[in-house]
């Protein structure tokens, strides 16, 4: 694996359900659908220390089960407020457990929820990503909510939200 720089999951079943060889895969391989993925409180997200990996992994409050293919380093959050619940169309409440891949960070587009932290390093949000080509603004799906503009990074792509029935 370290040869091929890939993970044993790919050498045994191949792409299907793993992302593919990367260049320089070190704590990004591949995680296949439903591996556990830590669960942190948005505090930690926030305070986390690049690599992401390393400071989530040891202050995880529980695990969840990530049902679609993420990274290594997906983590998962629990939703509170209500600025991503809508009355109508797509609607996350509060509660929910999103999945979060800082893989995907680069890879968003218009549309692609995500968790955002403002340049001041204070505040992490959950957000619509939105951009008209040239600007590139955060939108909550409730209407209730303004739009947040202003310079952002983005954490990470949400690929999946769900709650336990």
């Keep these: 694996c370290k040869l091929l720089n890939t993970t044993t999951d790919?050498?045994?079943y191949g792409a299907t359900g793993?992302?593919?060889?990367r260049e320089n895969p070190g704590h990004y391989s591949a995680r296949r659908a439903r591996n556990p993925v830590p669960v942190v409180e948005w505090q930690t997200v926030l305070a986390a220390k690049k690599p992401i990996v390393s400071s989530l992994?040891?202050?995880a409050v529980d695990e969840a089960e990530c049902p679609?293919?993420?990274?290594s380093i997906t983590f998962a959050l629990k939703v509170f407020g209500d600025s991503m619940s809508s009355p109508s169309g797509l609607s996350i409440p509060a509660d929910y457990i999103i999945m979060v891949d800082p893989m995907e960070a680069k890879n968003i587009r218009h549309g692609d929820l995500i968790i955002a932290v403002d340049k001041?390093?204070?505040?992490?949000?959950?957000?619509q990503f939105?951009?008209?080509?040239?600007e590139r603004w955060l939108k909550a799906l409730n209407p209730g909510y303004p739009?947040?503009?202003?310079p952002f990074e983005v954490v990470g792509k949400v690929v999946y939200?769900?709650?336990?029935l």
Excluded: P, R, W
């Design 120 to 127: 001041s390093g204070k505040s992490l949000t959950f957000k």
């Design 161 to 164: 939200a769900g709650m336990d």
């Design 57 to 59: 992994e040891a202050a």
């Design 18 to 21: 793993v992302a593919q060889i």
């Design 130 to 134: 939105q951009t008209n080509g040239i």
């Design 10 to 12: 790919y050498l045994t």
């Design 147 to 150: 739009e947040l503009h202003g």
């Design 68 to 71: 679609v293919a993420c990274s």
